[in-house]
């Protein structure tokens, strides 16, 4: 067995809903959109399935993906961000946990030491040490949830960082950095030479972003990106790389040893949906995910302090360690995540609830049911 296989825990997720198996009913614990893909692109991919022998539905494609599909990914984010990104420098994946496992096999070799902005993505971490990484965390500023950007320079200068790794909006809090932030990050980047990698997948989600894609005169600099909660098409599996330091044929290595390509219907959902697809679609998702928004902010009583929230989640702090506060919610049918899945610290008080999993009335309720604690 590989020992650094050994070494991991259990899926932090899978793990978590074993051991509540059959204590809940609300389950807001993992970010599954509350709604279907859109009809519109369910019977674009009936048709093509029909036509299955006309349009090489079952075959492989390039492996960097569906040109037409990489030429709208960049006609979205260029128009979107003011960035100058070429089709020829994406490569389209199979969901962006596997985006990033490409990325990390390319870039890394074991030793290499990185760091990451807390509280994380835990499948991040995990696939950091499955390939022999040193997992450096940057810890937050208090209940803003801020980057300790002082801590976050003594690191690299003291230490032979490789890159930063950054979730934005963040999964788990929800939070948009600002554009201070940002800049920040990429000047500190810029002094130490470091690759600085953002997942962005829940960009679309988000008015008031500031994508990593538009520091464009910074090269060494890689975009994560997923369709899978944009357009409620999780078990479709379809996100991207985009990298402008012509690393691509080095990526697709790495790629070609796992799925040689992401699924083509995939592909043509995607490019259906960036194509195709009336933007309301989109807009009244993100009024609903507004909605349940200011439902969680509205919670009231001394139990749990809400300290953000944005697309898909709210993070929150209880009066009790995050492990208690999973077994009293378990009591009254609730499933969230602990924050001790995102954060170094076990002592953690934090919980994230996945706020796009359930409707707005299945929220109120849950907030009734918190209120009372």
Aim: glycine share 4%; proline share 3%.
């Amino acid at each position: 067995m590989n020992k650094e296989v050994l070494k991991l825990k259990e899926a932090p997720l899978f793990e978590l809903k074993k051991k509540a198996k059959g204590r809940y009913n609300i389950d807001l614990s993992q970010a599954v959109p509350g709604w279907s893909m859109p009809d519109e692109a369910a019977d674009y991919a009936t048709h093509l399935l029909k036509d299955h022998k006309d349009n090489r539905l079952a075959f492989y494609t390039q492996d960097h993906g569906l040109e037409k599909l990489r030429k709208s990914i960049s006609k979205h984010l260029n128009n979107r961000y003011h960035s100058n990104v070429s089709d020829e420098n994406i490569i389209v994946t199979a969901g962006a946990n596997q985006a990033f496992y490409t990325v990390s096999a390319t870039l890394f070799s074991p030793g290499d030491q990185v760091v990451v902005i807390e509280p994380f993505y835990f499948n991040h971490v995990m696939t950091l040490k499955l390939h022999g990484v040193e997992v450096n965390n940057i810890d937050y500023k208090g209940e803003t949830l801020d980057i300790d950007m002082e801590e976050l320079e003594g690191f690299c200068k003291t230490k032979n960082i490789n890159a930063i790794i950054l979730v934005n909006p963040s999964n788990p809090t929800g939070k948009v950095y600002k554009k201070e932030q940002i800049e920040r990050l990429v000047n500190i980047a810029k002094k130490n030479d470091l690759w600085l990698i953002s997942d962005e997948t829940y960009e679309m989600f988000s008015d008031n972003m500031t994508s990593l894609i538009s520091y464009v005169d910074y090269k060494k600099k890689i975009i994560l990106g997923s369709f899978s909660k944009s357009y409620s098409m999780t078990g479709f599996r379809t996100g991207y790389i985009i990298n402008t330091n012509d690393i691509t044929s080095h990526l697709l290595k790495a790629q070609d040893c796992q799925i040689i390509c992401a699924p083509r219907i995939s592909q043509e959902i995607a490019w259906y949906c960036l194509e195709r697809l009336s933007k309301s679609w989109l807009e009244d998702k993100k009024k609903e995910l507004k909605k349940r928004e200011d439902v969680i902010r509205s919670i009231k009583g001394d139990y749990f302090k809400v300290l953000s929230t944005g697309p898909f989640f709210a993070y929150m702090k209880g009066k009790d360690k995050c492990d208690k506060i999973i077994e009293i919610l378990l009591d009254k049918g609730i499933l969230v995540a602990p924050g001790s899945m995102f954060e170094s610290s076990s002592e953690t008080q934090n919980i994230r609830v996945s706020t796009g999993n359930v409707s707005e009335d299945v929220l109120k309720k849950t907030v009734e049911i918190m209120e009372k604690l």
